[in-house]
């Protein structure tokens, strides 16, 4: 009965995994759906995010170390703080500017060529934006507070506690990203059905060239789609570094998306969080289960593996467009 | 005009390399990368002394110390490639890395250059017969397993029967190391070990959590560097584990570590080898001649924390080496070998640290050509969130030599057979 208990636990807390997950794999699903370009860049993304909210939110000024470096000054902070709502928004605009960047300074100069020459110029701006980060905002571990609740949620605990005679954990942070992550998703699901620019973004997803010919602009809709994966990567980077600090190791939550995408496709938001949710249970779940007869650590790994099973029998993924080519 | 540009271009290459008679310390440190934050502190630290000791002293013996940056983003091949880099005239190497430590031990051999790795890297290497090239003193991780339950058994009147310890560790050699030690001393003491591991770079450990809720273990030990750090410390906060029952190795206390839990890591403690904060008198001249001139590294703002002070602390020992070296060779412009030789004579007593500025800042370290490691002695500290520092809350405490002395040796005697080394006689 105990083991029921523990595994249902488990079992909850692999879904709130998997939309932290899925929060990191949006913003890859977006970008890819709407220029066919795998995102190398996305956790680079969610960190630059993170690092200029917290900069801002500390009222940090940009580039300190360098200004003071080349001129011998002693600048830090401007000595005011930033409501983190106001710092959001101004930091959703950072992220609006860098899309219009990325769209003039590299895609629009690739337009037509091979996707792999796309994904390396991605590849490219995550170590570009990553030094960028580090110049701008320093390398130190930044503490992110939002004023999202973290730690046991009491009232889940003493809930199951008085049910089952076992107080279940559930982190109030996840349970924030959960009711965020479906906020994101209704409103991105929204976005795309009932409003012009949405239409719009599903058009140049669905073929560039007629898209063209009935007078959508590519270049709007790429820098709008690069805009919202922007404020999904600020997102996601709020979640995961209000839990470790802002540093750099948040750029490597891409590698959690990656089982999530293979899994639930490349081209599907719903996709996204059901491979999340997917691999999040299936991750702890194995791990409660067999983690201890092979010495456990099993996580990373096994998100892959899982993953691969599933490319086995739907290449595409569960929800990703299946292609067919005539010959 | 050309005149002016050749004499520029050699101006600029003058400067690029060290002057021949220089001491080259090396400092092959990561500022970037997933463990950048805690690697800038450290060799923020570590060039500031040297600076200080050149601005203050002219050097050592009136060699000045050039310490040339390579930087290796805790990645094990550019570390090795730094060495190879930086290693003409170099007099010692600390790579703050163990993979990087693993790669160069047997580099070092060859040609001949003193490897220093003060609280991390190959264990065994306090075997000086064997390791001729390597110094960890003042401890290592065995040490560190020691210590830290030799302080539980203090919280428990010498009784640990029955207790049940977990190791939290980064799933790596590294992570791994005090396993064997801690089975050991379970062994004897009567505490059974749960080993937890977790993926490298451990941003998500709610596996590992929630094992440790439901095991209810009386204490924590955790063997981690980077992210994994803040995430346990967040995530032990979050099931309310008592932090003041959860023990990090040195490398899992740093301020760092800390303070984006917050409040939630009140308590918490960690095993170091160097004092912490200002309270120094070393500092007044730190900040006279380094600080205030505009000539720390990277501007100073990480003066005084727990991974500066290590930095700082490592270059204290290299530079005490260094002048027993000049004292027993004669010479000012020491060879690497006169360096080991000044290394296995190394005496920094409680005295010498005073004269130094930094009284009781680290153990006494008494190395010999059979004994690299020194004493092993290591204290904890705990952290205080309100007043966001750390607090010695005990003295330094010796290891537990007749676990850990066999152990050196088995391992020890591996790495000869491995290799086909002859000991060298120490006697």
Same mark, same amino acid.
């Given at each position: 009965?105990?083991?029921?208990?523990?595994a249902?636990?488990?079992?909850?807390?692999?879904l709130?995994?998997?939309?932290?997950?899925?929060?990191?794999?949006? @913003?890859?699903?977006?970008?890819?759906?709407?220029?066919?370009?795998?995102?190398?860049?996305?956790?680079?993304?969610?960190?630059?995010?993170?690092?200029?909210?917290?900069?801002?939110?500390?009222?940090?000024?940009?580039?300190?170390?360098?200004?003071?470096?080349?001129?011998?000054?002693?600048?830090?902070?401007?000595?005011?703080?930033?409501?983190?709502?106001?710092?959001?928004?101004?930091?959703?605009?950072?992220?609006?500017?860098?899309?219009?960047?990325?769209?003039?300074?590299?895609?629009?100069?690739l337009?037509?060529?091979?996707?792999?020459?796309?994904?390396?110029?991605?590849i490219?701006?995550?170590?570009?934006?990553?030094?960028? @980060?580090?110049?701008?905002?320093?390398?130190d571990?930044?503490?992110?507070?939002?004023?999202?609740?973290?730690?046991?949620?009491?009232? *889940?605990e003493?809930?199951?506690?008085?049910?089952?005679?076992?107080?279940?954990?559930i982190?109030?942070?996840?349970?924030?990203?959960?009711? /965020?992550?479906?906020?994101?998703?209704?409103?991105?699901v929204?976005?795309?059905?009932?409003?012009?620019?949405?239409r719009?973004m599903?058009?140049?997803?669905?073929?560039?060239?007629?898209?063209?010919? *009935? @007078?959508?602009?590519?270049?709007?809709?790429?820098i709008?789609?690069?805009?919202?994966?922007?404020?999904?990567?600020?997102?996601?980077?709020?979640?995961?570094?209000?839990?470790?600090?802002?540093?750099?190791?948040?750029?490597?939550?891409?590698l959690?998306?990656? #089982?999530?995408l293979m899994?639930?496709?490349?081209?599907?938001?719903?996709?996204a /969080?059901? @491979?999340g949710?997917?691999?999040?249970?299936?991750?702890?779940?194995?791990?409660?289960?067999?983690?201890?007869?092979v010495?456990g650590?099993t996580?990373?790994?096994?998100a892959? *593996?899982?993953?691969?099973?599933?490319?086995?029998?739907? #290449?595409?993924?569960?929800?990703?467009?299946?292609?067919?080519e005539?010959? | 005009?050309?005149?002016?540009?050749?004499?520029?271009?050699?101006?600029?290459?003058?400067?690029? &390399?060290?002057?021949?008679?220089?001491?080259?310390?090396?400092?092959?440190?990561?500022?970037?990368?997933?463990?950048?934050?805690?690697?800038?502190?450290?060799?923020?630290?570590?060039?500031d002394?040297?600076?200080?000791?050149?601005?203050?002293?002219?050097?050592?013996?009136?060699?000045?110390?050039?310490?040339?940056?390579?930087?290796?983003?805790?990645?094990?091949?550019k570390g090795?490639?730094?060495?190879?880099?930086?290693?003409?005239?170099?007099?010692?190497?600390?790579?703050?890395?163990?993979?990087?430590?693993?790669?160069?031990?047997?580099?070092?051999?060859?040609?001949?250059k003193?490897?220093?790795?003060?609280g991390?890297?190959? +264990?065994?290497?306090?075997?000086?017969a064997v390791?001729?090239?390597?110094?960890?003193?003042?401890a290592?991780?065995w040490?560190?397993?020691?210590?830290?339950?030799k302080?539980?058994?203090d919280?428990?009147?010498?009784?640990?029967?029955?207790?049940?310890?977990?190791?939290?560790y980064?799933?790596?050699?590294?992570?791994?190391?005090?396993?064997?030690?801690?089975?050991?001393l379970?062994k004897?003491?009567?505490? +059974?070990l749960?080993?937890?591991?977790?993926?490298?770079?451990?941003?998500?450990?709610?596996s590992?959590?929630?094992?440790?809720?439901?095991?209810?273990?009386?204490?924590?030990?955790?063997?981690?560097?980077?992210?994994?750090?803040?995430?346990?410390?967040?995530?032990?906060?979050? /099931?309310?584990?008592?932090?003041?029952?959860?023990?990090?190795?040195?490398?899992?206390?740093?301020?760092?570590d800390v303070?984006? &839990?917050?409040?939630g890591?009140?308590?918490?403690k960690?095993?170091?080898?160097?004092?912490?904060?200002?309270?120094?008198p070393?500092?007044?001249?730190l900040?006279?001649?380094?600080?205030?001139?505009?000539?720390?590294?990277?501007?100073g703002?990480?003066?005084g924390?727990? *991974?500066?002070?290590?930095?700082?602390?490592?270059?204290?020992?290299?530079?005490?080496?260094?002048?027993?070296?000049q004292?027993l060779?004669?010479?000012?412009?020491?060879? #690497?070998?006169?360096?080991?030789?000044?290394?296995?004579?190394?005496?920094?007593?409680?005295?010498?640290?005073?004269?130094?500025?930094?009284?009781?800042?680290?153990?006494?370290?008494? !190395?010999?050509?059979?004994?690299?490691g020194?004493?092993g002695?290591?204290r904890?500290?705990?952290?205080?969130?309100?007043?966001?520092?750390?607090n010695l809350?005990?003295?330094?405490?010796?290891?537990?030599a007749?676990v !850990?002395a066999?152990?050196?040796?088995?391992?020890?005697?591996?790495?000869?057979?491995?290799?086909?080394?002859t000991?060298?006689a120490?006697?």
């Open positions: 009965m105990d083991q029921l208990l523990y249902s636990e488990v079992f909850i807390n692999g709130m995994t998997g939309v932290m997950y899925s929060l990191v794999a949006l @913003g890859f699903v977006l970008i890819y759906k709407a220029s066919g370009v795998f995102n190398y860049a996305q956790g680079v993304m969610a960190l630059f995010a993170a690092l200029t909210l917290v900069g801002i939110m500390n009222g940090q000024v940009p580039f300190a170390h360098l200004i003071n470096a080349m001129f011998g000054t002693h600048l830090d902070k401007f000595g005011w703080t930033v409501p983190a709502v106001l710092a959001i928004v101004l930091t959703a605009g950072v992220m609006v500017l860098l899309a219009i960047l990325i769209e003039k300074l590299v895609l629009k100069h337009v037509g060529q091979e996707p792999i020459i796309l994904f390396m110029a991605t490219g701006l995550a170590y570009f934006l990553e030094g960028l @980060g580090d110049v701008m905002w320093g390398a571990i930044k503490t992110l507070d939002v004023g999202l609740p973290q730690g046991i949620s009491d009232t *889940v003493q809930l199951t506690d008085s049910w089952f005679g076992y107080g279940f954990f982190d109030r942070l996840d349970i924030w990203a959960t009711i /965020i992550a479906a906020l994101l998703v209704t409103a991105l929204a976005f795309a059905q009932y409003t012009k620019q949405g719009a599903r058009a140049v997803a669905d073929d560039h060239q007629a898209a063209l010919s *009935v @007078g959508i602009s590519l270049q709007f809709i790429w709008m789609v690069w805009s919202i994966a922007g404020f999904v990567a600020l997102v996601a980077g709020i979640m995961w570094g209000t839990k470790s600090g802002v540093q750099f190791s948040l750029s490597l939550i891409a959690k998306a990656l #089982p999530v899994l639930g496709g490349f081209t599907s938001i719903p996709g /969080i059901v @491979g949710l997917i691999i999040g249970v299936g991750e702890k779940m194995f791990e409660f289960w067999i983690g201890p007869m010495g650590a996580e990373n790994w096994f892959y *593996v899982l993953a691969l099973i599933f490319l086995v029998f739907r #290449p595409q993924g569960l929800f990703g467009e299946r292609i067919i005539r010959v | 005009m050309k005149l002016k540009f050749a004499s520029l271009v050699a101006g600029a290459v003058m400067a690029a &390399a060290p002057a021949m008679a220089d001491l080259i310390v090396p400092n092959l440190s990561y500022r970037t990368g997933p463990y950048g934050a805690n690697g800038t502190q450290y060799a923020d630290g570590f060039n002394y040297f600076t200080l000791l050149n601005e203050r002293d002219g050097g050592i013996g009136g060699e000045k110390i050039q310490v040339p940056e390579c930087e290796t983003a805790y990645n094990t091949e090795v490639e730094c060495y190879e880099a930086t290693k003409e005239g170099a007099l010692v190497f600390n790579p703050l890395s163990t993979g990087i430590t693993y790669q160069l031990i047997p580099k070092v051999s060859v040609d001949k003193v490897l220093y790795t003060p991390y890297g190959r +264990t065994s290497a306090k075997d000086g390791f001729e090239w390597v110094f960890n003193a003042p290592n991780y040490d560190g397993a020691s210590v830290a339950i302080y539980l058994l919280q428990n009147g010498g009784d640990l029967n029955g207790k049940k310890v977990a190791l939290v980064h799933n790596s050699a590294y992570g791994k190391e005090p396993i064997r030690t801690l089975q050991e379970g004897k003491h009567g505490f +059974t749960t080993e937890i591991p977790v993926e490298a770079p451990g941003q998500e450990q709610k590992q959590w929630l094992q440790i809720r439901r095991d209810k273990p009386d204490y924590v030990l955790m063997w981690g560097w980077g992210v994994m750090n803040q995430v346990a410390i967040q995530e032990a906060a979050n /099931i309310r584990f008592p932090m003041e029952n959860f023990i990090g190795i040195w490398w899992a206390g740093s301020e760092l303070l984006p &839990a917050g409040d890591a009140n308590g918490y960690s095993l170091t080898f160097n004092g912490v904060g200002m309270d120094y070393l500092y007044d001249d900040k006279t001649h380094v600080i205030d001139p505009g000539k720390a590294s990277q501007g703002e990480h003066v924390s727990a *991974v500066y002070s290590r930095g700082m602390y490592a270059a204290v020992v290299i530079a005490e080496a260094i002048r027993k070296a004292e060779s004669g010479t000012s412009a020491i060879s #690497p070998e006169q360096l080991r030789d000044g290394f296995e004579q190394l005496d920094i007593t409680p005295e010498r640290l005073v004269e130094i500025g930094l009284p009781d800042f680290g153990p006494e370290i008494k !190395l010999s050509c059979a004994n690299h020194g004493s002695m290591a904890l500290q705990q952290w205080d969130a309100a007043a966001k520092k750390w809350i005990t003295e330094f405490t010796e290891p537990d007749e !850990l066999p152990l050196i040796a088995e391992d020890a005697a591996a790495y000869t057979a491995e290799n086909n080394i000991p060298r120490c006697d």
